[in-house]
């Protein structure tokens, strides 16, 4: 079949200056004498305190993007997008029929294509390049009447951020990303199921009724583009569900798009990337093709290196299918479009084969589990020169992305000359690292400096090692590790480009004093609105954990201000300057923390789950020491909660000096989402269950009034 070149049509881009920022001399123009007297003083100090300050040289920055098998039949990507936002998420799966491109262990696929059905939870790739994003569709909602009801809500995967729809007229709106205006539709009956409705999006990238962006691209913090691939069908007589014919694909080729006309059917050359289409009827069947020819018939991951003499080329990423224990999903292959990749095996670990592309990037696969290789792309933030398939290869190994505050780090650097030696401190390398906190790029933790854990340690037997510790401080960190000639005459040179500089990224949690027994309290909530101990759900509410909540498809959290008779929303768009104030107040004195310990607050969950509560808060702590009669109600309505105390309890025993005003005491059933007012004769003679342990109430109290627990009957003497 004859191949055709794709005309050429490019997107205006805009300037981007998301790459990580490399060390250099500052800017501001000074007198030249003091210039040259500064230059000479820097080269001094260099010559002498080399191998033992932080470097001068600026190696090559690079950054890691990983495949790893999740389980037997699921397969994970680890990389930094063009926000420097880190996230690993699943993005295939083998049912048993070969891998499917899904985005969780449900199979809720993930959409590459623009116009397609986006169903409830399910996944899609939308801009291109630094303007590409992964969302999910998180909440969709078609009201019986009007639009201020209906929902369509995106989180973005790697920042979390969520975006609503404006809608504009029933079923059609708009939504705001990254600066661009997506148009969005939906479809469904208001007495639909969630899963039921249909959305889809229109790019602003594509220009005419009968254009569809096909496989975008999300940039990586270096430049790389990432693209999902899957063999896709579109019907080209309704592409949108609208009945508008498709006349043009627009395929990203590494700089824009490259505009196909869908009638030119054969092989379509788009850069370095050949795809082929075919008709079957009003279907128009679109697959790529590997570099012997074949049909890739399966997901596969492309990705785009940066222009390198006037060509993006591609490495392409395949998978071998498989479910079980002894046979299950892993990387099959990665080949180059425009090169050939000779994989060598190290020779300190045969089971890794490495190769280098022209451009300089370093593929590594992992063979130790023979039935599911994981590999890694080891991509450089510029072209390197005189590279070869045996230059600038490292490994860490014993990296973690969790620690407990002051936890041992201990690291293991593999790493080989062009030469395929180690490097050596005898021959004048030295590897050096520092520690930073997110978001406090230019200011290295200095809690290490006494002990001199600035310089990695060299031993003929191990190697490389870095021994040091987790920060002292919660939070989220990076730390910067660097190979670099720090004595020429002993056989380094500071003018070679073995010299590499890696990033491992790691959040560290506090210490929580923990039995080894310890169990976490269990919380059970149901699908809807529960009302429920505030103490004990405090800890799910810090502004990190959104990404965890909505993992747990808890969609909102309310805490009731009783000082200023609001709520503050704790999720989502936590308000923290309310929350903090509140916190702060009832924090002050004994009665205001036992209030709050004892108060409740309201979660919405999208499905009956149970909560496994462990870290240990000041709330809680609270709530464990809790005397009921430092819980002051003040008059008016007051949210409280089941504790340990009241089971097996009446209420009538535990009101101390609270008298009702009508309706008094209302309990929320969270099982069939509605209110309970308690009467007189169940206050009195109905002790509250253990499953009502942590559920919350309210209470319209007469006036300010304190809890208090009725000392029990004297029991029996004994005998």
């Keep these: 079949m004859v191949r055709k070149k794709a005309s050429k049509k490019k997107v205006q881009k805009k300037v981007s200056s998301k790459k990580v920022q490399k060390k250099g001399m500052n800017s501001k123009i000074l007198p030249i004498g003091i210039v040259v007297v500064v230059i000479l003083l820097l080269v001094v100090v260099f010559l002498y305190f080399s191998g033992d300050k932080e470097i001068g040289l600026s190696p090559v920055d690079r950054e890691n993007i990983k495949f790893k098998a999740n389980g037997d039949d699921k397969m994970d990507i680890t990389f930094t997008d063009h926000r420097g936002k880190v996230e690993t998420f699943q993005f295939a799966k083998d049912n048993g029929n070969g891998p499917e491109l899904v985005g969780d262990d449900n199979g809720r696929k993930i959409v590459v294509r623009e116009g397609a059905v986006i169903q409830y939870q399910e996944f899609v790739v939308i801009g291109n390049e630094d303007e590409g994003h992964l969302l999910q569709l998180i909440s969709v909602k078609n009201a019986l009447s009007g639009t201020s009801s209906d929902r369509v809500k995106f989180k ?25 205006s997506y148009d969005v539709s939906l479809k469904g009956a208001h007495t639909s199921g969630t899963e039921d409705y249909e959305v889809r999006l229109n790019y602003p990238d594509s220009s005419g009724a009968g254009v569809a962006v096909i496989y975008p691209t999300i940039e990586t913090s270096l430049g790389a583009k990432v693209m999902f691939y899957e063999p896709k069908t579109i019907d080209v007589s309704s592409w949108d569900g609208d009945g508008t014919a498709l006349t043009t694909l627009r395929f990203p080729d590494g700089d824009g798009y490259m505009d196909v006309d869908v009638s030119n059917l054969g092989d379509i050359e788009v850069g370095e990337l050949v795809f082929n289409l075919r008709k079957k009827g009003d279907n128009l069947l679109i697959n790529l093709r590997s570099v012997k020819g074949d049909i890739i018939s399966q997901p596969a991951v492309v990705i785009l290196e940066e222009e390198d003499n006037k060509k993006y080329n591609n490495l392409i990423v395949t998978f071998e299918g498989g479910f079980t224990s002894e046979d299950g999903i892993g990387v099959s292959k990665i080949i ?7 994989y060598k095996p190290i020779k300190e670990n045969s089971k890794l084969d490495r190769a280098t592309t022209s451009w300089g990037s370093i593929v590594t696969i992992d063979s130790t589990d023979s039935d599911q290789r994981i590999a890694a792309i080891s991509y450089p933030d510029e072209k390197v020169k005189d590279v070869d398939s045996k230059q600038k290869i490292v490994s860490i190994t014993g990296a973690s992305e969790n620690y407990v505050v002051l936890q041992d780090i201990k690291l293991l650097i593999e790493t080989l000359e062009e030469d395929g030696t180690i490097p050596t401190k005898a021959e004048g390398w030295n590897i050096q690292y520092y520690t930073y906190k997110v978001g406090k790029d230019g200011e290295y933790l200095k ?21 040091y510790w987790a920060p002292s401080v919660p939070g989220k ?24 500089k890696e990033v491992i990224y790691f959040e560290v949690v506090g210490e929580d004093g923990e039995p080894d027994d310890f169990k976490p309290i269990e919380m059970k909530l149901n699908k809807g609105w529960n009302l429920v101990n505030l103490a004990l759900v405090w800890e799910l509410f810090d502004t990190e954990n959104e990404e965890k909540l909505y993992d747990m498809e808890i969609w909102a959290a309310f805490g009731y201000d009783k000082e200023n008779e609001n709520y503050n929303r704790f999720h989502p768009f936590r308000e923290n300057e309310k929350i903090d ?35 240990i808060t000041e709330l809680q702590k609270e709530l464990e020491k809790l005397v009921m009669s430092n819980v002051i109600f003040p008059k008016g309505w007051n949210f409280g909660s089941i504790t340990e105390k009241m089971i097996d309890e009446v209420w009538d025993r535990m009101k101390g000096s609270c008298n009702p005003r009508k309706p008094g005491f209302v309990s929320w059933d969270s ?32 006036e300010e009034c304190k809890l208090r627990k009725r000392p029990p009957v004297p029991t029996l003497p004994e005998i």
Aim: one cysteine or more; hydrophobic letters at 25%; charged letters at 25%.
């Design 156 to 180: 973005d995967i790697f920042s979390r951020e969520v975006y609503v729809t404006s809608w504009t007229s029933e079923g059609v709106g708009t939504i705001d990303i990254g600066g661009k």
């Design 336 to 342: 180059s479009t425009s090169e050939d990749l000779y």
């Design 447 to 467: 809690e290490y400096a006494p002990t001199g854990h600035y310089n990695a340690d060299y031993s003929e037997v191990e190697g490389w090692k870095i021994d």
């Design 477 to 500: 960190y990076y730390t910067k590790i660097i190979l670099y000639c720090s004595k020429e005459n002993r056989g380094c040179s500071r003018t070679n480009s073995q010299e590499w």
């Design 581 to 615: 104030t509140w916190y702060k107040n009832v924090m002050k004195d004994s009665n205001s923390r036992a209030t709050a310990a004892y108060s409740s607050m309201w979660i919405y969950s999208n499905k009956k789950q149970t909560l496994k509560l462990g870290r």
């Design 671 to 702: 099982e069939n989402q509605k209110w309970e007012v308690r009467s007189k004769d169940y206050l009195q003679n109905t002790a509250f269950k253990d499953s009502e342990l942590y559920s919350g109430f309210v209470f319209n109290a007469d």
